[in-house]
């Protein structure tokens, strides 16, 4: 292993993989890796409450907890990156003989210490349980997905927090979280990884590491899973943390940071991925462009060309805003409250400026119809997250696998619709395996210019939110788009 970086994860629905960085198939044991940060933050408490907190950080209005956000990471960073770490070198163990082991540790070690000491501290913090010998025996019965479920485990109790128990409405600086943390290790997920490595016991019989919860219940708590399942119990979380005045964003917000959680698709753990997106482009980012906001009646029979019209839509179809972009500025009109109104401004805009078309959300054939030219639909989760979509909404339609600048595109077209579904390489047998049971196979089925203009102006939104500079400045041109518009209202 070298120090690239082969996948990250953060925050978000999935994590990402940088494909770039392999000469071959990805390893199993890096798709191991990423998926062991996944499953912990999508299935936990502390997990779903990172998770949506990394979503609210969107709202500008919001970004001044970020640095409340970050500073949490150094309670859970380490942990993390160790139970992973040592899923990723089981994965790799269980593939070599038991000759081949201290070679392949020796390697590891000498080519990546950081990670090494990640691995070698799981050893020495469960004195010694989950250590080189358990795993030759672990692995030789053939159990080596049952150490796995156990590492996916720890995690989830070290995350199973009772975080009502935070003092959020006191939380306006770092030290505030300290406090906290150091008066209540039960708060503590790196003190709770500790005790539960702590109370792990080897069955020399089954050849399984499990834990003595009997024992581990003396010392860890672990909150009623029904007081944190439903939208609500994170919401007025969130209101104590952030402000009440904030309860509406906050509720769009969180209600979006759902994940497809189908047992079928988790047993898959590499549909979980997603490409790393070119975050460099040749072009200017449109979206750093001046902006101006507007009302409908005020853009249609304007001369200025556009581009592209960005479907946006949330709180369940309810609100939509419709953006114009060109290569010098962007355009949003907001005042556009329901499905029908949008769908007929879109239809005259389309009419008069002959736009690239596309939105990221997931509209149903119901309003899609309604549209009367192209739309190509941008898929910005991983596959796992949208199969249940194109299952739903695109049946019997047809579906190709294309490859443009070394990406991997799944296209799904029905009527006048396409979905672009960005893949890694690694996914393409099982996707197809999947798509054969709910469309068509065409070879011929290709990325027209408007299809790469609409996955170029995706990639320009990737580069822009991960660019804390960049999302800064498009928020500056957003807050002086709102400022003219309400002055121009009030003249």
């Not at 949003?332 to 078309?357: G, R, Y």
């Not at 294309?402 to 990406?407: G, L, R, T």
Request: charge should be negative.
């Amino acid at each position: 292993m070298s120090s690239k970086e082969y996948g990250s994860y953060n925050f978000r629905e999935g994590f990402k993989i940088d494909e770039g960085n392999f000469k071959n198939l990805l390893p199993t044991s890096i798709i191991k890796h990423e998926s062991t940060h996944y499953k912990s933050f999508v299935f936990s408490i502390f997990g779903t409450f990172y998770r949506m907190w990394s979503k609210l950080l969107d709202l500008q209005e919001l970004r001044r907890s970020k640095p409340l956000f970050d500073h949490l990471q150094m309670y859970f960073s380490k942990m993390q990156e160790q139970a992973a770490t040592y899923n990723e070198i089981v994965d790799e163990l269980s593939k070599l003989d038991e000759s081949e082991y201290d070679d392949y540790l020796k390697n590891f070690r000498d080519s990546n210490k950081k990670y090494y000491k990640y691995f070698d501290a799981m050893r020495r913090n469960s004195n010694g349980v989950l250590g080189t010998l358990h795993i030759k025996e672990i692995n030789a019965a053939k159990n080596t997905d049952k150490l796995h479920e156990l590492i996916d485990t720890i995690l989830f109790l070290s995350f199973s927090i009772d975080i009502k128990q935070f003092s959020l409405e006191k939380w306006q600086k770092i030290t505030d979280i300290d406090s906290d943390m150091t008066t209540n290790e039960q708060l503590n997920p790196n003190k709770r990884f500790q005790m539960i490595l702590n109370n792990l016991i080897y069955d020399p019989q089954g050849n399984c590491i499990t834990i003595d919860m009997e024992s581990l219940s003396e010392t860890l708590r672990i909150p009623n899973p029904s007081d944190y399942d439903t939208l609500d119990d994170y919401h007025k979380i969130f209101e104590r943390l952030l402000g009440k005045k904030y309860s509406l964003p906050i509720l769009i917000l969180i209600s979006k940071s759902g994940v497809e959680t189908d047992e079928s698709i988790f047993k898959d753990e590499v549909l979980m991925a997603y490409p790393s997106l070119p975050i460099f482009r040749p072009t200017e980012n449109l979206f750093l462009n001046p902006i101006k906001l507007l009302d409908a009646n005020n853009v249609l029979g304007q001369k200025e060309k556009y581009k592209y019209a960005q479907i946006i839509t949330q709180n369940y179809f309810k609100s939509w805003a419709i953006h114009l972009i060109n290569e010098t500025k962007m355009v949003i009109i907001e005042d556009v409250n329901e499905m029908s109104s949008a769908m007929l401004l879109l239809n005259q805009l389309i009419k008069q400026f002959d736009l690239t078309v596309t939105t990221s959300s997931k509209l149903p054939f119901k309003i899609l119809d309604r549209i009367e030219y192209d739309v190509f639909v941008f898929m910005t989760r991983p596959i796992s997250e949208n199969l249940k979509y194109i299952n739903d909404e695109y049946r019997d339609g047809y579906y190709n696998i294309v490859k443009n600048d070394d990406m991997n595109f799944l296209l799904v077209k029905k009527n006048r619709i396409m979905l672009i579904q960005p893949l890694i390489a690694s996914q393409i047998n099982l996707v197809k395996s999947r798509l054969d049971q709910i469309a068509n196979k065409n070879f011929l089925m290709l990325l027209s210019n408007k299809a790469l203009e609409s996955i170029d102006l995706y990639f320009m939104d990737r580069q822009l939110n991960a660019d804390d500079k960049m999302i800064d400045q498009f928020f500056s041109n957003l807050n002086k788009a709102n400022d003219e518009y309400l002055r121009l209202g009030n003249t």
